[in-house]
Antibody, heavy 122, light 112 residues
Framework: QVQLVQSGAEVKKPGSSVKVSCKASGGTFSSYTISWVRQAPGQGLEWMGRIIPILGIANYAQKFQGRVTITADKSTSTAYMELSSLRSEDTAVYYC???????????????WGQGTMVTVSS | QSVLTQPPSVSGAPGQRVTISCTGSSSNIGAGYDVHWYQQLPGTAPKLLIYGNSNRPSGVPDRFSGSKSGTSASLAITGLQAEDEADYYCQSYDSSLSGLYVFGTGTKVTVL
């Protein structure tokens, strides 16, 4: 089944942007949807948005509309999450996540990347 | 922000049974959408524990069980073991404008 490997930790200044990558291997990338979930230190999980690579369609949580862009490059089986206008509250671990084909259309996540720590600090 | 509410913490002695509630609304659990549960050990990514309200993926011990009724769902752990100490999250689909998928607020399970 597919495995997701994310890019390394980032330290960013307030007001800047960050772009995190998530490379899929071991499966047919286009047949998977890739979601992004973040977790601030000591806090819970928060769904940010997703992309359906085969369609090139992205959906975003209302909270992040206008500030997040999720894209996918089918040629390299890589999904990207770019978050702009960073503030200290965006300091979190960012995960990409997906669903194995045998779960059909269930909206769940059984495949997770290892997480990318993004620190926003002046 | 989370729209599924869980108790912040539950605890139990080894061998005991604990339950975690997940309360939603008419736009998610109450609308008939499935509930899924995740276990997160410190410093690791979440792991799918229960899917489709009450089903266990291959490899998940049968001491974990899930149920759903109305606008709420529950996760039960019977025969609590030390390795069950972790954070647990429920998750569902939400039809409101807030977003497609929502997670619970999370529950820390402590084994006494």
């Amino acid at each position: 089944q597919v495995q997701l490997v994310q890019s390394g930790a980032e330290v960013k200044k307030p007001g800047s942007s960050v772009k995190v990558s998530c490379k899929a291997s071991g499966g047919t990338f286009s047949s998977y949807t890739i979601s992004w979930v973040r977790q601030a230190p000591g806090q819970g999980l928060e769904w940010m948005g997703r992309i359906i690579p085969i369609l090139g369609i992205a959906n975003y949580a209302q909270k992040f509309q206008g500030r997040v862009t999720i894209t996918a490059d089918k040629s390299t089986s890589t999904a990207y999450m770019e978050l702009s206008s960073l503030r200290s509250e965006d300091t979190a671990v960012y995960y990409c996540a997906s669903r194995s084909p045998w779960f059909g259309e269930l909206g769940l996540f059984d495949i997770w990347g290892q997480g990318t720590m993004v620190t926003v600090s002046s | 922000q989370s729209v599924l509410t869980q108790p912040p913490s539950v605890s139990g002695a080894p061998g005991q049974r604990v339950t975690i509630s997940c309360t939603g609304s008419s736009s998610n659990i109450g609308a008939g959408y499935d509930v899924h549960w995740y276990q997160q050990l410190p410093g690791t990514a979440p792991k799918l524990l229960i899917y489709g309200n009450s089903n266990r993926p291959s490899g998940v011990p049968d001491r974990f069980s899930g149920s759903k009724s109305g606008t709420s769902a529950s996760l039960a752990i019977t025969g609590l073991q030390a390795e069950d100490e972790a954070d647990y999250y429920c998750q569902s689909y939400d039809s409101s404008l807030s977003g497609l998928y929502v997670f619970g607020t999370g529950t820390k399970v402590t084994v006494l």
